[in-house]
DNA sequence: GTCTATAAATCGATAGAC
DNA sequence: GTCTATCGATTTATAGAC
């Protein structure tokens, strides 16, 4: 272990404030934190900070940047893991039993985007981010759809933009009700399952 | 036009209030709009504000209480004046068209929904109405299929929570990105017009 | 680049006069 | 019930030492 240069000692700062950041955006919501608390539960002070990030919602959108790479990670890594569809399926239903909404991450997510945005450096690069998620979905759809020869039932950049409105919208009522269940996004999804019967018919 | 009573007149200054509120929460978001703003905006003093409202939080909620009886109205209105099927789907395809997200209900009670998703009192108080919106919704659903001889894909709840998460979801991203359309939510909309083909058949 | 210290402003909420 | 005045806590953000 060599000693750390000057920029790895700053990209880890950097790294230990966006991860404590997190931690509290997460258990408390991003208004409801305040840099102080980020700076003292990180181990420094609060012009520390400051360094490292321009203003508050710099460090929500690096927050939200380190959040979605996670979220990516657990579900490519959960689709690869599985064979079938209906495993693939099944393991996305584990998957969002217990992280749609009720983690907090979409949330988080949707606090953030609608408190800012009004700000419009922070409005376009969320702008920006969900057309990358909505475009590398539909890749992924349209990739699985031709692995397994089904059809989609509508082009896959809208399927995508369903789906993904759809898992928006029942985590954030997921959030402050949790008797609200995600059956309906599986639903959703063994509905583009059924479409499974006449691949290659006519 | 008699003289106002103590009760009436404080139900004006409450509903004044409401409606400055409402303007100030929608323009500039429910975080970024102090009390004291919407005092003076309304031409009262803050402490007006603090006889008629405990806390800011409940200001919020008759805000949003307002606002949601606005959107019901317009959309029972919307329904009744439609005869066919067709109509009531296009012209709720209008409505959806510049009501959804752009306007920024959906941004406002989303905003305030996960803002103050740690305060139990309006954590519950939420819950509940998300409940009631979708059983009206749903009874909506199942009164309208029966009429036109629709058979639903899925039990009327479920459909209601699907269409309102889905027009949850789109409302959200269209606050920060106005490029994204709607057509999805009437799609699915259409879908379920599409099980109109075999009605009485069994 | 990180620290301490603090500015500067604002917030939500309260007290007491009327 | 509404006012003025203000508290007290907290916020984002900055200045200057190291």
């Given at each position: ?5 000057r ?41 520390a ?9 710099e ?13 990516i ?10 064979d ?13 039993e ?31 981010r ?9 890749e992924l759809l ?14 896959a ?8 409105a759809?898992g928006i ?12 269940q995600?059956t309906?996004?599986?639903d ?15």
């Amino acid at each position: 272990m060599a000693r750390l240069t000057r920029k790895e000692t700053q990209e880890q700062t950097r790294a230990r404030l966006v991860e404590t950041a997190k931690d509290l955006f997460l258990a408390s919501g991003y208004n409801a934190t305040s840099l102080g608390q980020v700076a003292e539960a990180a181990g420094y002070s609060k012009g520390a900070v400051y360094s490292n990030f321009a203003t508050k919602h710099e460090l929500g959108l690096a927050v939200l940047e380190a959040v979605q790479r996670e979220r990516i990670a657990a579900v490519v890594t959960l689709l690869v893991g599985a064979d079938t569809f209906e495993d693939k399926l099944a393991a996305f239903g584990r998957w969002a039993e217990t992280n749609i909404g009720d983690v907090g991450w979409t949330a988080l997510e949707v606090e953030f985007a609608t408190s800012t945005r009004h700000i419009e450096e922070v409005r376009a690069a969320l702008a920006d981010r969900r057309r990358r998620v909505t475009t590398a979905l539909a890749e992924l759809l349209h990739e699985q759809a031709e692995t397994f020869g089904i059809t989609l039932p509508a082009p896959a950049e809208d399927v995508a933009t369903h789906l993904l409105a759809l898992g928006i919208g029942l985590g954030v009522q997921r959030a402050f009700d949790p008797e609200l269940q995600v059956t309906v996004l599986l639903d959703a999804l063994a509905e583009l399952a059924a479409n499974n019967k006449a691949p290659q018919a006519g």
